[in-house]
C-alpha cells in the first residue's frame, strides 16, 4: 500500500511541477482505461470470473475418473494411469495485476517499465474464484502447475505473494514454471509436454490462446483466431477455461499483426480497420 501512495505522490509532483510525459506513449495509455477500468471495477468481470471457476470446479470429477479425459494437445499415449494434474497460467488468471496496469495509466509508462518493481512488491490479489477452485482440486488429489510467462527472476516473489493468499504451492517438485528457467521461452509447448510426460493433464485455465496451445498455432489475423478458437469448441467449458482479459493479450496483438506500432495514429487506424459495423 505504501507503495502505491508513494507512486501516485510521484504523479503528482510530476504534473505539478510541469514535467512532461511522452504523450503519444501516454496515448497508448489511455486505450486501455477502459480495460481496466471494466478489471477493477466491473461486477460483471467478477461474476464472470467465479462463473469460470465454478463451471471448472463442476468438472472436475469427472476428469478425474475418466482415464480418457486429456485437455493438452500434447498429451501422448500411455497416459491413462497417469497421476491427474491442472496447468494454469498466472498472470490475470490466478493474480490479478490490474494495480499495475493502472500505474501505467497514471504515469504514461508501458510494460515493461515498472513490471519487475510491481512483481517484487508482491501484493497482486487472487482473481475471482481461483482460491475455491485450486483447493477443491488439491483435495482431490490433483497436482497443480503454474505456467507462466513471468521471468524467472520474479519466482521467489511469485510464491511468496501465492502463499500469503493461501494458493496452494506444492514443494516436492518444480510446479511453478517460470518463463527462462531451463531456458524456456514464451511459447509454453515444452512446458506442458514436460507435465504431459508425468501426469494425465485434465484441465488448463489461461487468459490467452497460447496458454492452450503452440504460440505459433495462435499468431494469426484476428478473424482466423475466432475459427481456431471453434475449430476446439468441444474443450472450452469442459477441458478449457478462459478468463476475459479486456486489458491486454493476443486478441491486441492480431490487431497489429503481432508488431505493436509505435505511432499512436497507426495504431489507432489499425484499431478503426478491424471494427465491424
Known amino acids: 500500500m505504501k507503495a502505491r501512495q508513494s507512486l501516485y505522490l510521484v504523479f503528482l509532483l510530476t504534473i505539478l511541477s510541469g514535467c512532461s510525459i511522452d504523450s503519444n506513449n501516454n496515448e497508448f495509455q489511455k486505450q486501455s482505461l477502459l480495460g481496466v477500468l471494466y478489471t477493477q471495477t466491473s461486477t460483471e468481470f467478477v461474476a464472470n470470473n467465479i462463473q469460470t471457476f465454478t463451471s471448472a470446479t463442476s468438472q472436475l470429477e469427472q476428469a478425474i475418473n475418466n482415464k480418457e479425459w486429456i485437455a493438452a494437445v500434447e498429451q501422448k499415449d500411455n497416459y491413462a494411469d497417469k497421476p491427474p494434474a491442472i496447468i494454469l497460467d498466472i498472470d490475470e488468471t490466478v493474480l490479478d495485476n490490474s494495480a499495475f496496469q493502472a500505474r501505467t495509466i497514471l504515469t504514461g509508462l508501458s510494460y515493461p517499465n515498472g513490471w519487475i518493481d510491481w512483481g517484487n512488491e508482491g501484493e497482486a490479489p487472487a482473481v475471482a474464484g481461483v482460491k475455491d477452485f485450486l483447493l477443491q482440486a488439491q483435495s482431490k488429489g490433483v497436482k497443480i502447475f503454474y505456467v507462466t510467462n513471468r521471468v524467472a527472476e520474479l519466482e521467489e516473489a511469485t510464491r511468496k505473494n501465492m502463499l ?16 527462462g528457467e531451463s531456458g524456456w521461452g514464451s511459447d509454453k509447448t515444452k512446458r506442458r509436454s514436460l507435465i504431459a510426460n508425468d501426469y494425465r493433464i485434465v484441465m488448463i485455465v489461461g487468459d490467452q490462446l497460447n496458454d492452450f496451445l503452440p504460440r505459433a498455432e495462435t499468431a494469426l489475423e484476428p478473424n482466423e483466431r475466432k475459427l481456431l478458437a471453434l475449430k476446439y469448441k468441444d474443450m472450452w467449458g469442459t477441458k478449457w477455461f478462459m478468463i476475459t482479459n479486456p486489458m491486454y493479450g493476443g486478441w ?26
Open 252 to 277: 491486441e496483438a492480431a490487431i497489429y499483426d503481432f508488431d505493436y506500432p509505435t505511432d499512436e495514429t497507426i495504431a489507432t487506424e489499425l484499431r478503426i480497420k478491424n471494427l465491424k459495423p
Open 164 to 179: 500469503e493468499l493461501g494458493l496452494p504451492l506444492d514443494s516436492d517438485r518444480d510446479v511453478l514454471m517460470m518463463k
